[in-house]
């Protein structure tokens, strides 16, 4: 898809200077200007009713002399001006017919200024596609060198793996010949769980396991947007109206309904909880401590986010890229947020049911990471302490 300001210039080009519109059978003169066919058959028609006698005209854009003879169809503009007839249908809305000249953050789509005031994308975070343009073009050459590191990594890990069903294929023959050995391998439970499952017999056991690493977390009021209200002891956040007291601070989130936890984590496993209750609408997780905050992002772990979110749209999900749909069996009013950054493994449980709900793909955590929260209209977020 073209770029709007690059098509903006391409439309310039082609535009007749006496119809002010695309050009219509484009004809070229001898200073190399071109004209609609009919645009400059009126014209040259126009000036020999004035002056019959009249061989030499001016040029309607520079004033250059040319004769009538010197007036040829210019092929190449045609097909350019057909080309970009073609991008303008590539950019109207499928829905409304007007131009695409915005772009849905909440959404990752383009839409129209008719879109943008329907009930599907209210109260989402839009801009014009000019001032993202450059910014998810860095995103999208990090995603690739990403991609290129994921894909030597799985390398090395197909050739380990490859080792290791080796060695393993030695081992079971030496068991099959050896009838007095009996090998019983025991259970194993294990934080990593990739599937949703419940697990309620086991419920108190895990509970004790994820609070043995539980630490204090607090909300962080330099981060918070202006329509965030914190509470005294900086537990609880809700959103509100615009606040103009808060200061400049170049920590805040400008764009984002968005605060950060004051606790930063580096290594080693920490574990925190967020009572939800039954709001509409939220996300939580860790983010990197340098992640944009006076933009719109696409939170997801290539720009340096590890969440989850309820919105009333698509109910639970997690924000990977694209998203993941959750099924939950039960509503959660508490989620636990497990980290462990020496593995690089973001996980989240459902407290009230005692059941896993996802767990990221393991990551490389390149700075440090802060607890994230966004907050939705009436839908208010408590820090439990950790000993409640």
């Not at 310039?12 to 200073?31: D, G, N």
């Not at 910014?135 to 990594?153: C, I, P």
């Amino acid at each position: 898809m073209a770029c709007p300001i690059v098509t903006k210039k391409m439309k310039e080009e082609v535009t007749c200077a006496i119809c002010l519109l695309l050009m219509a059978e484009p004809v070229s003169i001898s200073c190399g200007h071109s004209y609609c066919r009919r645009c400059i058959s009126d014209f040259l028609k126009n000036l020999h009713q004035e002056e019959p006698s009249l061989n030499v005209f001016s040029c309607p854009h520079c004033r250059a002399p040319f004769r009538m003879a010197s007036v040829r169809p210019n092929k190449h503009l045609g097909n350019l001006i057909e080309a970009i007839k073609e991008m303008d249908q590539e950019m109207s809305c499928e829905e409304h017919g007007e131009f695409l000249h915005l772009f849905c953050e909440d959404e990752g789509q383009l839409i129209c200024w008719r879109c943008e005031r329907s009930p599907q994308h209210k109260g989402h975070d839009t801009a014009v596609i000019e001032d993202v343009c450059q910014s998810y073009k860095e995103r999208l050459q990090n995603a690739q060198t990403n991609l290129k590191q994921l894909e030597e990594e799985c390398t090395k890990q197909k050739v380990l793996a490859r080792k290791q069903i080796s060695e393993w294929n030695d081992v079971k023959e030496t068991l099959r010949r050896s009838s007095a050995v009996k090998l019983e391998t025991p259970e194993a439970h294990s934080l990593e769980v990739h599937t949703v499952c419940s697990v309620s017999e086991l419920y108190f056991d895990m509970k004790k396991m994820l609070r043995s690493y539980q630490v204090n977390v607090t909300l962080d009021p330099d981060t918070a947007h202006h329509e965030l209200i914190l509470s005294e002891d900086r537990r609880q956040v809700t959103r509100g109206c615009f606040q103009e007291n808060l200061g400049n601070s170049s920590r805040r989130f400008t764009v984002l309904p968005s605060i950060l936890g004051c606790e930063g984590f580096t290594s080693g496993r920490q574990y925190f909880e967020v009572d939800v209750g039954e709001g509409t609408g939220w996300d939580l997780g860790v983010c990197l401590e340098n992640v944009h905050r006076d933009i719109g992002v696409i939170q997801c772990p290539q720009s340096g986010f590890w969440a989850i979110r309820l919105c009333v749209k698509k109910g639970y999900v997690a924000l990977t890229s694209p998203l993941t749909s959750l099924y939950l069996r039960e509503q959660p009013l508490v989620v636990g947020v497990f980290l462990d950054c020496d593995v690089g493994v973001v996980s989240f449980y459902n407290m009230t049911a005692g059941s896993h709900i996802f767990t990221f793909p393991r990551a490389s955590f390149s700075d440090t990471l802060r607890p994230y929260f966004r907050v939705y209209q009436h839908s208010p977020l408590f820090l439990p302490p950790p000993d409640k």
